[in-house]
């Protein structure tokens, strides 16, 4: 098992540029999440998706779309990329709500500059 | 909305000895989840133990073991035998239960780095 898959790694933009990060889970998980992670700040929930078809804003949504057409792949998407949007980015999924783990990615770092 | 407060930035330990570190959240949930995750320097994320608030027994896992504190919304770590693989970042966090109403939502806190000493 592969477990939960981010794409790319690193990346490094221009501002105004625009990219998607692909996270790929093989576990048939319900849920999946996309956080970031700046210095000081820990995780904040970018977007979420309960299960395929859908999704829902979480703490910090703006600059940001997402989409999950197929079950095993959510899609984190910046249109127009800006400095603030340099960070770490993680994806996470889980078999359902509660008490279930997360499993996360290894994390891809952006730099827009 | 749900709040983790994670109020010490930073720790250090001696190997072989035991650390405590605190988490404190906000809720008015009356059932819940927590968990601490590790983040070791490859940035991988993972879980080193859980606990179902409407348990009253403290949730252990070999070395690690938690004070959960429902009353005082307090949640613990405690890492006893500290070994160098240890060393890392700490997340507490905050998980609600859909059924009752509550966004399906992990809220992490600020993250404490442990440090340690040989």
């Known amino acids: 098992n592969a477990g939960v898959t981010q794409t790319p790694k690193f990346r490094v933009l221009k501002t105004g540029q625009s990219m998607t990060l692909l996270c790929a889970q093989d576990?048939?998980?319900?849920?999946m999440y996309w956080y970031r992670q700046d210095p000081g700040m820990g995780l904040r929930l970018i977007h979420y998706?309960?299960?395929?078809?859908?999704?829902a804003k979480g703490e910090v949504p703006d600059g940001y779309n997402v989409s999950r057409l197929k079950k095993q792949n959510f899609l984190l998407g910046l249109e127009s990329a800006a400095p603030s949007q340099t960070s770490v980015y993680f994806c996470?999924?889980?078999?359902?709500?509660?008490?279930?783990?997360?499993?996360f990615g290894s994390g891809t770092q952006l730099s827009v500059l | 909305a749900q709040t983790v407060t994670q109020s010490q930035p930073e720790m250090s330990v001696q190997e072989a000895e035991t650390v405590t570190l605190s988490c404190t959240y906000d809720?008015?949930?009356?059932?819940?989840?927590l968990f601490w995750y590790k983040q070791p320097p490859s940035r991988q994320m993972i879980l080193v133990i859980r606990?179902?608030?409407?348990?009253?027994q403290n949730a252990t896992e070999n070395r690690f073991s938690v004070n959960f504190q429902k009353a005082a919304k307090s949640f613990s770590l405690k890492i006893s035998d500290s070994q160098l693989g240890d060393a890392a970042m700490y997340f507490c966090?905050?998980?609600?239960?859909?059924?009752?109403?509550?966004?399906?939502?992990?809220?992490f806190g600020k993250g404490t780095k442990l440090t340690v000493n040989p």
């Open positions: 996470a999924s889980s078999e359902t709500a509660g008490f279930k783990k997360l499993f």
């Open positions: 576990m048939n998980h319900e849920y």
């Open positions: 998706s309960v299960g395929e078809g859908t999704t």
């Open positions: 809720t008015s949930e009356s059932d819940y989840y």
């Open positions: 606990q179902e608030a409407y348990k009253q």
């Open positions: 966090a905050y998980r609600s239960i859909p059924n009752q109403g509550g966004s399906e939502k992990l809220v």
